[in-house]
T-cell receptor, first 112, second 109 residues
């Protein structure tokens, strides 16, 4: 049963620290999305990639967030420095081309 | 104005009721449409894709109205297990997938 995996599942950190979240897309999927979910804003698209190339990262605060795909089996989302307002659940989702994506279980981030 | 808008609810309905959710989108060039279901503290999961001709999967029916730029989801004979948040998702031609805020459904005995 192919699944998107995300690590860590939970992260508690202090303001100013660097946070790195990792995602392993489903094997063979060439599209990867990063979303952030909060009660207030819902599910916001931060960035997405196809064939490892970033297609849109307009939803991401550029000064502190960065997203990369070092290879086809790994996507990373980094926050440096982290702030309390970054507390949220971060989801990675992968799909094939423009077909619907499958979501990972999410990383629950708390920044104190 | 958000690109994809939904009534956040909550919708509280008795078992056996029929409930309908609507979702509007602003980009007329949108190409693909989906409904996802999200249980509390879980990830969203695809419920169904939405096609121009409309499609049905058991008690669930999805419809697309391109002229008015909205999609709908109808749930018939609601079950307790249908309680969840329902998210509509709209994709551009390039594959950028935007979600609505989600509509919370609570089915009561």
């Amino acid at each position: 049963d192919a699944r998107v995996t995300q690590t860590p599942r939970h992260k508690v950190t202090e303001m100013g620290q660097e946070v790195t979240m990792r995602c392993q897309p489903i094997l063979g999927h060439n599209t990867v999305f990063w979303y952030r979910q909060t009660m207030m804003q819902g599910l916001e698209l931060l960035a997405y990639f196809r064939n490892r190339a970033p297609l849109d990262d307009s939803g991401m605060p550029k000064d502190r967030f960065s997203a990369e795909m070092p290879d086809a089996t790994l996507a990373t989302l980094k926050i440096q420095p982290s702030e309390p307002r970054d507390s949220a659940v971060y989801f990675c989702a992968s799909g094939l081309n423009r077909d619907y994506p499958y979501f990972g279980p999410g990383t629950r981030l708390t920044v104190l | 104005r958000k690109e994809v808008e939904q009534d956040p609810g909550p919708f509280n309905v008795p078992e056996g009721a029929t409930v309908a959710f609507n979702c509007t989108y602003s980009n007329s060039a949108s190409q693909s449409f989906f409904w996802y279901r999200q249980d509390c503290r879980k990830e969203p999961k695809l419920l169904m894709s939405v096609y121009s001709s409309g499609n049905e999967d058991g008690r669930f029916t999805a419809q697309l109205n391109r002229a008015s730029q909205y999609i709908s989801l109808l749930i018939r004979d609601s079950k307790l297990s249908d309680s969840a948040t329902y998210l509509c998702a709209v994709a551009t031609q390039g594959g950028k997938l935007i979600f609505g805020q989600g509509t919370e459904l609570s089915v009561k005995p």
